[in-house]
């Protein structure tokens, strides 16, 4: 796997996201005597958790980062998604999202998931397929009722350019609780249901997604991603079950894969700074990225830390940050850019 490291500066700021928890993959649940002061959260601010800060489109970009002409496929990685890729192109026709269900084993309920095909979706062609995870406070609506994350218009025009073959996003809600009753909150309890995601994704969703779409199957066809706690838990799926997706990109991560403590909460965290590694002959990612943006004023700096840690254990991804860029869009969409690029950039040679 392609290492990388482009560091450009870093704003350390107080984080305000996430929570952890230490378990195994069958999530064992455990009295830890954490507990958290209250606090009064907006639905401002659980929409900024869950999506991403809306961007000002506006803003003054640093030239050195704007990109706006022809793509040009390499594997180097661009810190802004090109404004031609965020565009709504009247020739180009966009997939919508629809909401479907599927039944969890691992939770014991129904569940619901989002999903974005592509305009020209036949069951005689079968497609590649991204899973993307929200943030803490999110669920599967989260990306698909943000129309300033872009995706539509990213993985369409990529398409249409024919840099990426058409794609298949899966949103699912990443908040795989037991309890139907159980609400997500910042105290270590209400966090474990996001680590028992990868039990729901790996059992349950994946499996339903492979049966009823018309899906390419194999890890070099199935790829994650996640925002904030969505970039926690892609760092710790990527870890523990790394043959299954053959790229993957954790965006503005927050704490919790190893122990800490934020504003909110002590984290207890899903593992060890030394277990921040895959295992001994694993089949590793063919891409694993992590990114952030340099103003991120929600998970500050625990996303370079994790990078850090990965870097000293010898784990191979690649690490890079957004100039300006805040816990919002325009980090999502510079993620989701460079991960397609990085996999057209391979399947092209």
Known sequence: MRSKCITISLVLMLALGACGS???????????NITSEETEISEEDMSSFASG????????????????????????????????????RSE?????????????????????????LPASYSE?????????????????????????????????NMAADGIIDETIVV???????????????????????????????????????????????GRENTYLAGFSMGGRETI??????????????????APGVVATTDKFMSHTGQMEESEMHFADGATEPNVF???CGTSDSVVGDYPKSYHEILEANGTDHIWYEISGADHDNNAIRSGLYNLFKQIAYDKKN
């Not at 479907?100 to 569940?111: D, H, L, Q």
Request: with cysteine; net charge negative.
């Open 289 to 291: 990225i992590i990114c």
């Open 236 to 253: 710790y799926i990527t870890l523990k079950r790394p043959e299954l997706f053959g790229y993957v990109c954790a965006i503005s991560a």
């Open 92 to 116: 180009v026709e966009y997939g919508e999202y629809t909401h479907g269900t599927y039944y969890s084993e691992t939770c014991g309920m129904e569940r619901g998931y989002s999903i974005l």
């Open 22 to 32: 230490n378990i195994q993959e069958d999530v064992i649940m455990e009295d830890n």
């Open 124 to 156: 005689d062609k079968k497609y590649p397929v991204l899973y993307l995870l929200h943030g803490i406070f999110g669920d599967e609506y989260s990306f698909s009722g943000d129309s300033g994350n872009k995706i539509k218009e990213i993985v369409g």
């Open 53 to 88: 800060i809306a961007a000002d489109d506006t803003e003054e970009i640093p030239e050195d980062t704007a990109t706006n002409g022809e793509i040009v496929l390499n594997n180097e990685i661009e810190e802004r998604c090109p404004t031609t890729l965020t565009a709504t």
């Open 171 to 217: 949103c699912p809600n990443m908040f795989a609780a037991w309890d139907p009753d159980q609400k997500p909150g910042f105290d270590a309890e209400s966090c474990l249901p996001y680590d028992n995601f990868i039990n729901d994704l790996t059992n349950d969703l994946m499996p339903y997604i492979e049966e009823n779409y018309s899906v390419l199957t």
